[in-house]
């Protein structure tokens, strides 16, 4: 029998709950929506689908900020429409995987309600610290340190209530809770374990390598917190004894654990996933979604530099190759839609959303489907603040206006960069709201929904959803994609993406041309071999590998030559 855990060969779709699928006509996306909607999942041929958060929340950040652990959210549903999803899941093969969030609370939860008071058993359940005086006003006081929040501004709060301050690694809404109290780590754990018997398969843990904090909270460098928590030693500690305390309790089953971590090395990353050293199963790591940030960060958008991003990859690849294991995603609930991003929404929008998913699904990982890049859905034409409800958004208007940048800037960084573009609803058909809701949906449907969406990709084999559906069921079949080595070509081409992957005597050549412009390939070896190889898939529709008259490297192209956002993938 194989030990090789199922996740090394699985895909995993994400579901956004808010902007899935609503079944009772209120605007929002709910857990009987998903229900509804678990063909369009199964169909895929994926294993897994990890679910944001449906637990009760204030929606500061979109449920990112939890009151309730083991409830769910009016909003969402109830506990027993969640157990028939996780039954209606299993009964099709499907895992389920929950998002943890257990850096931060809800400010509404009881545990910081009675933390607040300094007499309370919970006060140390969070991390509260005296101010600094300020030497400008005598009467005042400043936060105890100079960190910043990840949505800017201070990551400290005045709570008038005890005149201390309380950290907040994102809004102050969601203070961090304290994890070198060990009671927080207990009822975390078992609040975990209750889960896991209610029967789901893992944990998405958002923003884990925050969660521990250096000795005497240290003032940063440069103000921002993240230089100093992201690589705290104890994170390790924490995460091996969650693995002992909370997953081998079930010795007979298999979970899948994903650890969100800002800022994270590889070198950091095969720490916290080989396999030897029991602590999680892979890691949501940024890099590669950082290289068009500029010198101001994410709302700094530059033009993608192809050379940095296949670089950062193939730099993940290598590093954790043999030791860790890589996760693979370009979108997420967190990020502008990639087609919109980095591929070419207008002229060459389907083969540049099927290049972009072909290429990372080629690399070695566990490659995740974020809702509605399997139809290509785009970014949405933002032009007005107050079409945003990001609370991100909001934080990061509010201080670029406070700096003074001019308005027409500020406007298109958010419209290109907002988290807001891959929250507008899932596009099902071309009825109004995109058959997301019988009501107004919470954030508006892309008016592309009229040619863009499931009902139309369904049935055309050369649809981005049937391109998605081969590629995860060529993950089942070839084993190279799983287990083979990883070898980046051409790396200072400014348009060429091209890497060998080679397992026994299967040798895969993957190239993409990552622009409009028709490119001719490199002479020489392995490129030579491109058009006499056999095709394993392709983004052309004459050269999918499926189409009449396809089965060779590409017929219809020049030969040595690809066509504008061409993919292939091709044993040679
Ligand atoms: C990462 C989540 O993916 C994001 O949506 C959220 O805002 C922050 N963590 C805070 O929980």
Redesign the pocket.
């Known amino acids: 029998m194989s030990t090789e855990p199922w996740w090394r060969r699985a895909v995993v779709y994400q579901v956004y709950p808010r902007s899935f699928a609503d079944s009772d006509g209120d605007g929002i996306g709910d857990i009987r929506g998903i229900l509804q909607r678990l063909d369009h999942i199964a169909a895929l041929g994926v294993d897994a689908v990890w679910l944001s958060p449906v637990y009760v929340s204030p929606q500061v950040?979109n449920g990112?900020d939890i009151s309730d652990y083991q409830a769910i959210d009016p909003t969402f549903g109830t506990l027993a429409d969640l157990d028939e999803l996780i039954e209606a899941m299993h009964a099709r093969g499907l895992r389920l995987v929950m998002d943890l969030?257990v850096n931060h609370t809800s400010d509404q939860h009881p545990w910081f309600q009675e933390s607040r008071d300094p007499a309370s058993p919970r006060r140390d359940w969070y991390i509260w610290r005296p101010g600094r005086p300020d030497p400008d006003d005598p009467g005042a006081t400043l936060p105890p340190n100079n960190w910043s929040s990840v949505f800017l501004g201070s990551a400290w709060e005045l709570d008038p209530v005890s005149g201390e301050y309380y950290l907040h690694s994102?809004t102050p809404q969601?203070p961090d809770l304290n994890w070198a109290e060990p009671a927080v780590r207990q009822a975390v754990y078992a609040m975990m374990r209750w889960w896991l018997d209610r029967g789901v398969d893992g944990f998405r843990m958002?923003?884990i390598n925050l969660i521990s904090k250096p000795e005497g909270l240290p003032d940063a460098e440069q103000g921002n917190q993240l230089e100093m928590v992201v690589n705290d030693p104890g994170l390790h500690r924490y995460l091996a004894e969650m693995r002992r305390e909370v997953f081998d309790a079930y010795p007979d089953r298999t979970f899948l654990t994903v650890g969100?971590m800002l800022a994270v090395t590889p070198e950091q990353a095969v720490l916290a996933t080989d396999p030897a050293r029991r602590e999680l199963d892979m890691v949501f790591q940024f890099e590669h979604m950082d290289v068009d940030h500029g010198a101001l960060g994410k709302y700094d958008p530059q033009p993608l530099d192809l050379r940095a991003l296949k670089a950062s990859l193939a730099r993940w690849q290598e590093m954790l190759a043999g030791q860790g294991w890589n996760s693979l995603y370009l979108n997420n609930?967190?990020q502008p839609r990639v087609v919109s991003r980095w591929g070419d929404d207008v002229r060459y929008w389907r083969e540049s959303a099927t290049l972009l998913g072909g290429v990372l699904h080629l690399h070695q990982g566990t490659p995740f489907v974020y809702q509605g890049e399997e139809i290509g859905m785009t970014n949405y034409p933002f032009a007005r603040p107050e079409d945003y409800r990001d609370v991100?958004a909001a934080r990061a208007y509010e201080i670029a206006t406070m700096m003074g940048l001019p308005e027409e800037l500020i406007l298109g960084s958010m419209a290109r960069m907002s988290r807001d573009n891959a929250r507008t609803p899932m596009q099902w058909d071309g009825d109004a709201e995109a058959g997301f809701t019988t009501g107004r949906s919470w954030l508006p449907v892309h008016q592309n929904h009229l040619w863009l969406n499931v009902a139309a990709q369904q049935d055309d084999p050369h649809s981005v959803l049937s391109f998605y559906k081969r590629l995860i069921a060529l993950r089942k079949a070839e084993d190279v994609i799983t287990t083979g080595s990883f070898r980046l070509l051409e790396p200072d081409h400014e348009r060429l993406w091209a890497f060998v992957r080679e397992s026994g005597d299967q040798r895969l050549l993957v190239v993409a041309n990552v622009s409009g412009d028709p490119l001719r390939l490199p002479a020489g070896d392995p490129f030579a071999a491109l058009d006499g190889g056999r095709l394993l898939i392709g983004n052309y529709p004459d050269g999918a590998g499926d189409a009449p008259g396809g089965a060779e490297g590409g017929a219809g192209a020049e030969p040595g030559v690809l066509r504008p956002w061409e993919l292939r993938a091709v044993y040679v």
């Open positions: 950040d990112y969030v994102f969601q958002d923003v969100e609930h967190d991100e």
